[in-house]
């Protein structure tokens, strides 16, 4: 183990490697061939009536291949063989809490990073176990007498931003659990499919009972006074796939709760990123849960609660010094007011005759969404404000597909001033022939953004037409 730390210390993972590879083999070799726990070395130093008890050797000796496991655990993060890595992270959890020799903080923290491996794997239950075991453990911190009683500022303030990042997988935990069950849920134009969700309703009936039962036995970590706590952590949220609203509102409230949490520590003093971050995934959770919800007026007002919560931090935020985060805030106000114009032009849709308030409506937010995307747009522009000519990889789909969002949102504006129309069109054709244009000067380009390329192209067609029809019905007389 030391020489394997020492060599690791030096950045010669592979020669540390070997040393620790060769320490776990020796200890399961001894284990197979003696089994009796071996003398401490430091016993060959005492006298016979001060040598330990068999008990005190066993638990030195497992002690010392929990560090094994826990150093190759870092060995193969370094070597980047994730899985091999997960694998040995949590047999040496699972070790320390058998042998109590852990700190709860750290525990927790490496055993809610663990859930975030699991979380990437779509493995939710695992996912579940490691942050319910992360809270627990935690929680055990709290309890603890610390080393003087007076606690330093400083300690409670770690112990706070712990418990805050805990939270902040917690999060993640149920934004992905939502967000898998859309992709499974979702029909070719991104609405719910009532057929796939009466078909996975009755294939999850069928499976939950043997699927439970069969992989909880991998997982368990802890004696079992731990493991009824981490039990009755584990049953506040759900590791299934939600299928319907009420389950799926279920996995969001757990997921907001912990945004509360999460926000408390990390604020916007101090804390500028992180709770930008909190607030995007508060803002997911809500588009994701969106997506369940059949009523369309419900539908807008959980898009209005997102605009709420982005558009103050969108508006304070100095883009000079966080361009990346302001140009990701104003595509997502782009994109949650283009959501909100679509549902209330569905909305229009059923009514005999579109009144003017919703008129309005539809173009207000129509408007706001095309002044989002303008926003984002400008931020590529150089400091003399010019476009560039060729767009970085980064940037390309999402300048792209606002763009198109204009082009498409141009043609939603609804007007009875023909003159008007006419000049929305004109807008509207401009930017799709920038896509077409874009695309053929850089046949790279192509593949980012092959759907909106195709429409492009057909709108580029037919908008002259059309356009031609309005011109001769305002000049009759030419």
């Known amino acids: 183990n030391n020489l394997g730390i020492l060599w690791s210390e030096r950045d010669e993972i592979k020669t540390a490697q070997t040393y620790l590879e060769s320490a776990e083999a020796l200890y399961n070799q001894y284990m197979k061939e003696d089994g009796n726990p071996p003398m401490d070395p430091s016993e060959h130093f005492m006298a016979k009536e001060e040598q330990l008890t068999d008990q005190e050797r066993s638990k030195r000796?497992?002690?010392?291949?929990?560090?094994?496991l826990y150093y190759l655990a870092q060995v193969y993060q370094h070597l980047e063989m994730i899985e091999k890595a997960a694998q040995y992270c949590h047999t040496t959890l699972k070790r320390q809490l058998e042998y109590c020799g852990y700190y709860p903080v750290e525990w927790a923290l490496n055993a809610a990073t663990l859930s975030?491996?699991?979380?990437?794997?779509?493995?939710f239950m695992e996912s579940r176990h490691c942050l319910a075991a992360a809270s627990v453990i935690f929680s055990q911190a709290g309890q603890l007498p610390s080393a003087e009683d007076n606690e330093t500022e400083q300690d409670q303030q770690d112990l706070r931003q712990r418990k805050a990042e805990i939270a902040r997988c917690w999060i993640k935990y149920c934004l992905n659990l939502l967000q898998s069950a859309r992709k499974l849920l979702e029909d070719n134009i991104g609405e719910l499919d009532p057929d796939r969700q009466s078909e996975?309703?009755?294939?999850?009936?069928?499976?939950?009972?043997?699927?439970?039962?069969?992989?909880?036995?991998v997982v368990l970590f802890g004696t079992s006074d731990i493991c009824d706590s981490v039990l009755a952590m584990e049953e506040k949220v759900s590791s299934v796939y939600p299928l319907d609203f009420q389950e799926a509102r279920e996995i969001f409230l757990v997921g907001q709760n912990y945004v509360q949490e999460a926000k408390e520590f990390f604020q916007v003093d101090g804390y500028v990123t992180d709770h930008i971050e909190i607030v995007q995934d508060h803002s997911a959770l809500f588009k994701v849960l969106a997506?369940?919800?059949?009523?369309?007026?419900?539908r807008c007002k959980m898009h209005k609660r997102r605009i709420d919560m982005l558009?103050?931090?969108c508006a304070d935020l100095n883009p000079q010094y966080y361009l990346l985060i302001s140009r990701q805030l104003q595509f997502e106000l782009a994109d949650t007011y283009y959501?909100?114009?679509?549902?209330?032009?569905?909305?229009?849709?059923r009514l005999e005759e579109l009144d003017s308030h919703t008129i309005k409506k539809i173009n207000s937010l129509a408007q706001l969404a095309i002044k989002y995307y303008e926003l984002f747009l400008d931020s590529l522009r150089n400091p003399d404000k010019v476009f560039p000519e060729q767009l970085e990889e980064d940037v390309l789909r999402p300048a792209m597909v606002a763009k198109f969002h204009i082009a498409r949102l141009y043609g939603k504006l609804i007007t009875s001033d023909s003159k008007?129309?006419?000049?929305n069109m004109q807008t509207s054709l401009e930017y799709y022939t920038f896509l077409v244009d874009y695309c053929e000067k850089y046949p790279d380009a192509v593949h980012a953004i092959e759907t909106e390329l195709e429409l492009s192209k057909e709108m580029v067609g037919l908008l002259p037409t059309r356009m031609e029809r309005l011109r001769a019905k305002l000049c009759p007389f030419i």
Do not use: W
């Not at 996975?200 to 036995?217: I, V």
């Not at 997506?291 to 419900?298: G, K, M, N, S, T």
């Open 420 to 423: 008007k129309q006419l000049e």
């Open 291 to 298: 997506f369940f919800e059949e009523d369309y007026e419900r």
């Open 339 to 349: 959501e909100m114009m679509d549902l209330k032009v569905a909305i229009g849709n």
């Open 311 to 313: 558009e103050p931090i």
């Open 116 to 123: 975030q491996y699991y979380l990437s794997k779509q493995c």
């Open 61 to 68: 000796f497992e002690k010392a291949y929990t560090h094994t």
């Open 200 to 217: 996975l309703k009755a294939q999850r009936k069928k499976e939950e009972d043997e699927k439970e039962n069969g992989r909880k036995k």
